[in-house]
């Protein structure tokens, strides 16, 4: 491909059927040389591959084979016998004969080229209806070959068939039904029940639960009204939106993840690097091999040409690398494709390979193991103060400020529906709290340090003090005319998930697991009591966090970190496998980890570590069986156990199998019960 003309670069996808090509270069003649090469090609996208079309051949093949051996057996006319096996290995062998002599104008000794000089072997020693079986049998690997590497394929194409291809959308006053192409950032969707969003987004205005299966691979609709963010090929179960469109088709959430994954499954992994590797030199070895079992016996053993010849040719079929060659890309494309189904987007091979061999995954805490959003968690108020008082109080003044604990006070003054009253003369203290006239008296909301600086008296509150700072809550206190009038406990609460994560990863083996943060130690020995990590540090910037990454690599080998993509950034880049939560519409996210948890949903943690693992049993496997059965297969042709039509049923047998055994990966999913635990 790259001595046309114009061409630069050439990139062949295995997983998704695509040529990317590089350069100046009509499309035209990429087509028409691809066809050259024996590979169906088209301009629109990635073809389908022709199963049916092999099916036929192969039907064809194995009707004339059958045929002819009616008319050698039974009617017994040879001369009709052999022109049917002939017509059965023409039909049956065509096309790879084609595709041989292809290979062959550049060198290239590959599977299509020993099975060729297999047949013409042995149609040149007689043995029509050897070479018509070997024929016909190869036509049906090819066959099933096609038909079980087309399914993992249906990963990719199912992904691209969610979105829509038109949207209603509003302009200048009117709807009008238009191509996904033609709409623009600014236009407006108009989303009824039941149809799907064309087109990433925000709500302007409606509500209505959206189910986002297709992109986080959550199962449960989330509720959506306006300000709340939408995706491309996510469906609008109830209620109508008007969904403002913020990104170009080809810029959707949902256009990344198929491009993302494209990419992944095209990446090679290790494994495959060395399969392939190993088999660029183990071809011209077995011809070398087949050559010399042909020849040194007759030649100077004085032994009859036509068994050796046989022999050889036997070897040639069954040592032939199919299974070996295919059986580490139908496992990653099986694996990463099903990942994608599910809300996970792994990045290539090598990390899928990675996560299936990891001893430690350090947690960051924010945002992770917990919420990332305080809330109030407990109200204690002292005499005479009830406790919709002190919340309407402290919610009254904090209602000025946007630091993240008055957000919180505010938001559970909301939930318990009170309502807020006007306050004056409202003045933040920086670190410490803020202050406001209310009603006529001095409220003042803050830190005990705040209270204490005013000479107010907290020896009431000290007990309730101790046991909210050893649970790791933050205490907010609230003060009226110079006397504490109680406290609030606000925490960024830990995760529904959270412990079930630690304990599934810890029960599938992972070594150790721990929590890096940079809040303050009693706060991260509190969380990781509750989510049950082996350990944590606390206090650490930044740079601390990727020198914790590194002291872990160094002590255990392969170490995932799990953050939320934007602030772990380096801690991410540093460690084995980085992965991101959260990564629906986040472009950083998307960017910086190797592995994306679309769904803010920590129980697809192990989901990804399990599939991992188990892609790398199959590769595993695959490998070790292709090699047995081959080594097998060759120790039985020196004593000539090894006939033709065995040794192509050998072949084929072994490569169906092991892309079968990788296909299975496709139906592993998350465990339903997870978010029981």
């Not at 066809?35 to 301009?43: D, I, Q």
């Not at 591959?49 to 039907?59: C, D, L």
């Not at 809550?473 to 830990?494: C, H, I, R, Y």
């Amino acid at each position: 491909m790259t001595r046309l003309p114009g061409v630069e670069k050439a990139e062949l996808n295995f997983g998704a059927a695509k040529l990317a090509v590089l350069g100046k270069v009509d499309p035209r003649l990429v087509v028409e040389e691809s066809k050259n090469h024996g590979v169906a090609a088209t301009m629109e996208g990635a073809p389908e591959t022709k199963v049916f079309g092999r099916v036929f051949i192969s039907a064809a093949s194995g009707l004339l084979l059958l045929a002819g051996w009616a008319f050698d057996t039974f009617i017994q006319l040879p001369v009709a016998a052999t022109g049917l096996y002939l017509a059965a290995m023409l039909s049956g062998g065509f096309a790879t004969a084609r595709k041989a002599l292809l290979s062959l104008r550049r060198l290239d000794f590959n599977m299509n080229v020993l099975m060729t000089v297999a047949v013409a072997g042995a149609a040149a020693i007689g043995e029509w209806r050897e070479g018509a079986v070997v024929a016909f049998l190869y036509s049906v690997s090819e066959a099933l070959e096609s038909f079980t590497i087309d399914r993992a394929r249906q990963s990719i194409r199912s992904l691209m068939e969610i979105a829509p291809k038109t949207a209603r959308v509003r302009r200048d006053g009117r709807e009008e039904e238009l191509p996904v192409e033609e709409i623009r950032p600014g236009d407006v969707l108009i989303v009824r029940p039941g149809e799907k969003i064309a087109m990433d987004g925000k709500v302007l205005s409606g509500y209505s639960a959206v189910n986002q299966a297709a992109i986080t691979g959550e199962s449960i609709p989330v509720e959506k009204t306006a300000g709340d963010e939408v995706f491309a090929g996510t469906l609008n179960q109830h209620g109508v939106l008007e969904v403002e469109v913020t990104r170009l088709v080809n810029d959707t959430t949902i256009a990344k993840i198929i491009n993302m994954v494209e990419e992944a499954q095209a990446q090679r992994a290790p494994s495959q690097a060395f399969v392939d590797k190993f088999a660029k030199y183990y071809t011209p070895a077995v011809i070398a091999l087949a050559a010399g079992i042909i020849t040194f016996p007759p030649l100077f053993s004085g032994q009859p040409w036509y068994p050796w010849i046989y022999r050889g040719l036997a070897l040639l079929v069954v040592a032939c690398p199919c299974a070996l060659v295919v059986s580490t890309p139908v496992a990653i494309v099986s694996a990463i494709g099903n990942a994608a189904r599910n809300g996970v987007l792994i990045k290539g091979g090598v990390y899928l390979e990675e996560a299936g061999a990891l001893s430690v995954v350090a947690f960051d805490k924010t945002g992770t193991l917990t919420k990332g959003a305080p809330e109030v968690t407990d109200i204690i108020t002292v005499k005479n103060v009830s406790e919709r008082e002190l919340l309407k109080a402290a919610a009254s003044v904090e209602k000025m400020s946007e630091h993240p604990l008055a957000r919180a006070i505010v938001h559970k003054a909301a939930e318990e529906g009170i309502g807020l009253e006007a306050v004056s003369n409202f003045e933040a203290l920086v670190g410490k709290g803020a202050r406001a006239d209310l009603n006529g008296r001095e409220v003042v909301v803050g830190s005990p340090r705040l209270l204490e600086e005013n000479k107010a008296d907290l020896s009431s509150l000290q007990g309730a003090l101790s046991r909210i700072q050893s649970e790791g809550k933050t205490a907010v206190l609230v003060g009226v005319d110079g006397e504490p009038a109680g406290v609030l406990a606000v925490a960024d609460n830990v995760r529904q998930a959270s412990a079930y994560t630690v304990w599934r990863l810890k029960a599938m083996g992972i070594k150790r697991t721990v929590m890096l943060t940079g809040d303050n130690a009693a706060t991260a020995g509190a969380i990781a009591k509750k989510v049950g990590v082996d350990e944590f540090m606390a206090e650490l910037l930044p740079q601390d966090k990727v020198a914790a990454v590194n002291r872990l690599l160094k002590k255990y080998g392969k170490v995932a970190m799990v953050g939320d993509g934007v602030n772990d950034a380096p801690a991410l880049a540093t460690a084995t496998v980085g992965i991101a939560m959260g990564g629906a519409g986040t472009d950083i996210a998307l960017e910086t980890a190797d592995i994306v948890l679309m769904a803010d949903d920590l129980c697809k943690l192990p989901f990804a570590v399990g599939l991992s693992r188990a892609a790398l049993r199959v590769i595993k496997q695959n490998i070790s069986f292709s090699v047995i059965v081959k080594l097998a297969a060759v120790l039985l042709v020196f004593p000539g156990w090894l006939t033709l039509w065995l040794a192509i049923l050998a072949d084929m047998g072994a490569s169906v199998l092991v892309t079968l055994n990788g296909i299975r990966l496709m139906g592993i999913k998350p465990e339903k019960q997870a978010n029981e635990k």
